[in-house]
């Protein structure tokens, strides 16, 4: 089964959405996902006054504070790796059509997840696998 994808003409899709400014929205989203990472991921300026025993302490506290904003910074990643999506599919033409199938996407879906790279039918069955 072949594939068939279509680029949804300019005009087809701006009637609906406004181009400009869902790519600021997006550009806008990347940056604070990349400024939110990288506070998360960041080194902790204290390290080495932190100190283990035998006893739940400080250094114990302050370590699993660590590896939850390192679990939180994971999860984002995703969600980075969509909206840059969307601005290449900005970049090419292509936004507004589903990854998956080729067919578009609702306008009403980009509106309220601009990020969108699938359509509603498409995304229902990636979370079903």
């Known amino acids: 089964m072949r594939l068939q994808r279509r680029s949804l003409q300019g005009d087809e899709i701006a009637a609906e959405l406004d181009l400009k400014a869902t790519e600021a929205t997006l550009r806008e989203r990347l940056a604070e996902l990349d400024a939110e990472i990288a506070e998360l991921t960041k080194p902790?300026?204290?390290?080495?006054?932190?100190?283990?025993?035998?006893r739940v302490g400080e250094g114990t506290s302050q370590a699993i504070d660590r590896f939850a904003e390192v679990g939180v910074a994971q999860e984002?990643?995703?969600?980075?790796?969509?909206?840059a999506r969307a601005l290449a599919k900005l970049g090419d033409g292509t936004y507004g059509t589903c990854d998956n199938c080729g067919n578009e996407i609702a306008a009403g879906r980009l509106n309220a997840a601009p990020e969108s790279a699938l359509c509603i039918d498409c995304a229902r069955q990636d979370r079903r696998a």
């Open 44 to 54: 902790p300026e204290d390290a080495g006054s932190i100190s283990f025993g035998k």
């Open 76 to 83: 984002l990643q995703p969600i980075k790796e969509r909206v």
